[in-house]
């Protein structure tokens, strides 16, 4: 037997079985993706603003949405306020979120602020559509200026 042409095949087997494993690893993952939001400045005018992109997301069950502050010189928070008990029940695990409660009552989710180059999440476990803002940090009120405005649905 030819050593060569055994190390060729054995190679080969090599590869193919770990081409399958990536590629069913890859497919695993495909419905457990998650969804990235995009916080940057973007110049308007004669100025700037801070803008979401995309603003309007729509994602299946079992996706996560992540925001990433892009902008350098301004922190954020993204805040649920709208709707935010179905958000709180329809929601899994979510990193840097914070559950309120607000003056009127009602429970929300709002993030740390998120300084340049920080992130937060949300896994959706149930459909919905989720409207949220993207608020300038606040006071001890927790109300802050709201730059802008995003929504998420989920199917």
Not at 132 to 155: F, Q, R, S, W
Request: include cysteine.
């Amino acid at each position: 037997m030819d050593i060569r042409k055994l190390g060729f095949k054995t190679t080969m087997i090599s590869f193919l079985v770990s081409a399958a494993l990536m590629l069913s690893t890859c497919m695993v993952y495909a419905r457990d993706s998650c969804q990235l939001i995009k916080i940057s400045k973007e110049k308007a005018g004669g100025g700037s603003s801070v803008q979401i992109f995309p603003e309007k997301v729509t994602v299946p069950v079992g996706t996560c949405t992540v925001w990433i502050n892009f902008v350098k010189d301004t922190e954020v928070r993204v805040g649920f306020r709208e709707n935010a008990k179905q958000c709180i029940l329809s929601s899994g695990a979510s990193t840097g979120f914070v559950e309120l409660e607000l003056k009127i009552g009602e429970v929300c989710y709002l993030s740390e602020t998120l300084p340049h180059g920080n992130t937060a999440s949300i896994f959706w476990s149930k459909p919905g559509i989720y409207k949220y803002t993207l608020e300038t940090p606040m006071g001890k009120d927790y109300e802050g200026n709201i730059i802008a405005e995003g929504v998420i649905e989920v199917k």
